[in-house]
């Protein structure tokens, strides 16, 4: 029996735009036919009613997994039999090799262990500075003129510069990773289409050799970065990711990266340190610029707590309700808005909502902060921007957008400090206004962006 939706709250909420579901089909050629822009396409509104969803995709059996007592068994329980799916393999591989975001067993525990390590020893406070000086030259690249900007680009150019300085310890050039950006937001849009292709069992080769083409790009780049960067060690301090990385020592005795390695590594870290955190800041602006109670709410906070001074971690800590706003982003727009295991070994049973069904070896199961965390079962007004429900008692759930489980990104503190420091800086100096005359097109690729930009309208504030 399906339980009743939660009760919605009395006061009203902004409820942003979102690509809503379209209404179900049973046509799965439709759907696909819908997904090939934006795997959102592929959802229907009942998707985001059921516990358990299940498909048969051309032979394929695909479950969309909705229950939190299964998302919990397949992200952290039983972590061995629903590994990563090998599609997630086949359609980064280009780019990011055998790293560790889509390679499973050994190979993968032994990765994460150096990438803790190097993690550990490169310490958020030390890292600190190069987020600063980053969001100070995103400051004066804003400064002057009130016609609309773009915020997407903004955060995309602010978020690279900061990884470059945390990897490589030197800024990223004005104007040096256009053709990268722009690689990588065509591998996007063409590994959307290849996994399409894939599904409908068709030749996937051609768009394949384009993300070879594209991956090539952005490889190049960062090669030539890494040389660059161990040329000339002595300039550099020895804190930075890169010697973290390279330093690292597997304590089970499996050694440190090889060279092949660091560069797959790096260019996973290049691309998930800054793309997500793009994604997510530049969602939260336009947020905030359609709140203007939370808006002020969040300027308000980081006057209390800082007055004019410059922003140091601690201030950071005591933002409270700038961690509400930005929590309450990454739930209604997750960057990565959905993750896909295979269930291996042997078959087994799901159980939802009172009834199971049969997951054979080999099933694709598809979990999506997405759909979990805007499904109405789970949240009260769920569709509503209400950053206040973080600050609740008791903290909602279920919410994965940094996933669970052994799997758990490791950068999400990370990506905290550094969203706070540049949205905290933002709403400082500027009020963020609304563009309604151009809405953003949003788009569930690897990443969920906005095809032609994030829109709005900056007013400087006269500094108290
Ligand atoms: C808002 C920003 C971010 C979001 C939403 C995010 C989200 C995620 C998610 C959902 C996963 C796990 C996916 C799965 O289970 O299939 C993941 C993995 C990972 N993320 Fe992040 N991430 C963000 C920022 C970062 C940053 C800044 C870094 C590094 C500086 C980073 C490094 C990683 C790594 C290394 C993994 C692989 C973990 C593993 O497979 O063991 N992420 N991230």
């Known amino acids: ?6 009760e919605p709250p009395r006061a009203p909420h902004l409820e942003p735009p979102w690509p809503a579901p379209q209404p179900y089909t049973p046509n799965v050629l439709r759907r696909l036919a819908r997904g090939w822009r934006s ?7 009942w998707d985001f009613r059921v516990a358990l969803g299940e498909l048969n995709l051309l032979g394929l059996p695909v479950f969309l997994v909705n229950e939190p007592s299964l998302v919990r068994r397949v992200l952290v329980e039983e972590v061995d039999a629903f590994p990563k799916h090998p599609y997630t393999q086949w359609i980064l591989e ?3 090799g055998r790293a560790i ?5 050994e190979e993968w525990a032994r990765q994460r262990r150096l990438v803790d390590q190097a993690f550990q020893a490169a310490q958020l406070q030390r890292v600190f500075p190069a987020m600063a000086e980053a969001t100070e030259a995103l400051l004066q690249r804003l400064e002057g003129g009130d016609t609309p900007i773009d915020i997407d680009a903004a955060m995309t150019q602010v978020t690279a510069d900061v990884i470059v300085r945390t990897i490589l310890s030197r800024p990223l050039a004005q104007g040096e990773a256009g053709e990268v950006f722009a690689a990588f937001a065509r591998y996007q849009r063409r590994a959307a289409r290849a996994l399409v292709l894939r599904f409908l069992h068709l030749p996937a080769g051609l768009v394949q050799r384009s993300l070879r083409r594209d991956a090539r790009v952005i490889r190049a780049w960062l090669e030539q970065a890494i040389a660059e960067r161990l040329e000339a060690p002595a300039a550099a301090p020895a804190n930075d990711l890169l010697a973290c990385l390279i330093a690292a020592r597997d304590p089970q005795g499996g050694g440190g990266f090889s060279p092949e390695e660091l560069l797959d590594q790096v260019c996973f870290l290049f691309l998930a340190g800054h793309e997500t955190s793009a994604s997510a800041l530049g969602m939260a602006a336009w947020l905030l610029a359609l709140a203007p109670d939370a808006q002020e709410r969040l300027r308000q906070e980081v006057r209390a707590v800082a007055g004019s001074a410059p922003l140091q971690p601690e201030h950071l800590r005591q933002l409270s ?9 990454l739930r209604l727009y997750p960057p990565v808005s959905f993750f896909i295991r295979e269930r291996q070994g042997t078959a087994t049973e799901l159980a939802a909502a009172g009834r199971g069904s049969r997951c054979p070896v080999g099933a694709l199961l598809t979990l999506s902060p997405w759909v979990i965390q805007r499904h109405e079962h789970h949240w009260p007004d769920p569709q509503g921007f209400r950053p206040e429900r973080f600050l609740e008692q008791q903290k909602p759930e279920p919410f994965l957008p940094f996933g669970l489980g052994p799997r758990k990104c490791p950068g999400a503190a990370f990506a905290q400090q550094e969203a706070l ?7 400082r100096r500027y009020a963020l206004l609304p563009v309604p005359e151009q809405p953003p097109e949003l788009v569930g690729r690897l990443t969920l962006r906005a095809r032609t930009g994030l829109w709005l309208r900056l007013k400087g504030l006269v500094r108290t």
């Open 1 to 6: 029996m399906a339980e009743a939706p939660l």
């Open 39 to 45: 795997w959102f396409g592929l959802l229907n509104e």
């Open 321 to 329: 309700y700038g961690a509400a706003v930005f929590n309450e982003t």
């Open 101 to 105: 975001f889509s390679v499973n067993g």
């Open 421 to 427: 420091l540049v949205l905290a800086e933002l709403v």
């Open 94 to 96: 280009p780019l990011i």
